[in-house]
């Protein structure tokens, strides 16, 4: 069984599209109408932008977004079994197995980033990547901290991101260390996603998802709040609601793919981060990158 998984914020790069954009009359107009809903010419930012312009949250989302679902439309004998996308990947994977329309998709990853980016304003928080470290000691180190800190994502065996307040985040690297870990490492973001942190963003993203008509999907997605497979759209909305607060369980969801029957992973979007995550969860799976 084919899987097709989506990347999320981070697989950034200038002139990301460019190609598809030149050399495609379907990618063109998708990009250009893209270019009219979110009012702002954001393909002159992917294909000429600097590395600081692309990394601003309300450009970086769509951007991501954009490259993959595009992509995704121009491969020949695309007909997924199943699809996960990591954190913003989600929506990617939302439109690419029908239960989002492009535009639809578009409007609401355009409304979470710039939900995001307003909670991210209310506090000063952060993200670290904790690698070698046991997931069980991560949490509890987590749970032990004075303040909000938490496991954010489960990205493979040994790799874990932890979010919160930038204090309480400070403080659980200094205990990860003393723990063990090889690395505890604070990361270059602009908050505190997967975590208490964006329950303002959780909410007002939580009304443009209600009023968004999903679609029964034509394969099961996995989402990152629940690893498993889903395939109601009341159910994909439900937890696309509760994503923004909470883990990307993304090792369970590859790990949960494999034992439904999948037998290779194809990443669809710019970059190449999730085939060396899957590698790193299942080293038999074959990898492919779109």
């Given at each position: 069984m084919k899987a097709y998984v989506f990347p999320g914020q981070g697989a950034q790069f200038t002139g990301m599209g460019k190609d598809l954009y030149d050399n495609s009359a379907l990618a063109k107009s998708l990009f250009e109408k893209a270019n009219e809903i979110l009012g702002f010419r954001i393909t002159d930012i992917m294909f000429e932008g600097t590395a600081e312009e692309l990394k601003e949250t309300k450009v970086t989302q769509?951007?991501?977004?954009?490259?993959?679902?595009?992509?995704?439309?121009?491969?020949?004998?695309?007909?997924p079994d199943m699809v996960a996308g990591h954190s913003l990947g989600e929506f990617s994977a939302l439109v690419a197995n029908g239960s989002l329309s492009f535009e639809d998709g578009l409007k609401l990853v355009s409304q979470r980033a710039l939900a995001m980016q307003k909670a991210c304003e209310i506090k000063p928080s952060t993200m670290a990547a904790?690698?070698?470290?046991?997931?069980?000691?991560?949490?509890?180190?987590?749970?032990?901290?004075?303040?909000?800190?938490?496991a954010a994502n489960y990205n493979c065996p040994g790799q874990l991101v932890i979010s919160g307040e930038y204090k309480a985040v400070e403080m659980a690297c200094e205990k990860m260390k003393e723990a063990g870990a090889k690395r505890a490492l604070?990361?270059?973001v602009g908050g505190a996603f997967h975590s208490p942190m964006m329950e303002p963003a959780r909410e007002e993203l939580a009304?443009?998802?209600?009023?968004?008509?999903?679609?029964?999907?034509?394969?099961?997605?996995?989402?990152?709040v629940t690893a498993t497979a889903v395939s109601s759209a009341d159910e994909i909305k439900k937890n696309l609601?509760?994503?923004?607060t909470a883990p990307v369980k993304w090792t369970q969801s590859v790990q949960q793919m494999i034992k439904d029957g999948a037998t290779s992973f194809t990443e669809v979007g710019p970059g190449k981060v999730l085939v060396g995550l899957v590698n790193k969860i299942d080293k038999e799976v074959e990898t492919i990158s779109a």
């Open positions: 769509p951007a991501v977004f954009l490259h993959s679902v595009i992509l995704a439309k121009k491969l020949e004998n695309f007909n904790v690698l070698n470290l046991d997931d069980k000691i991560v949490e509890e180190i987590c749970a032990s901290i004075d303040g909000v800190v938490v604070i990361l270059p009304a443009a998802i209600e009023a968004t008509t999903f679609s029964t999907p034509t394969c099961p997605v996995y989402q990152n609601i509760i994503q923004l």
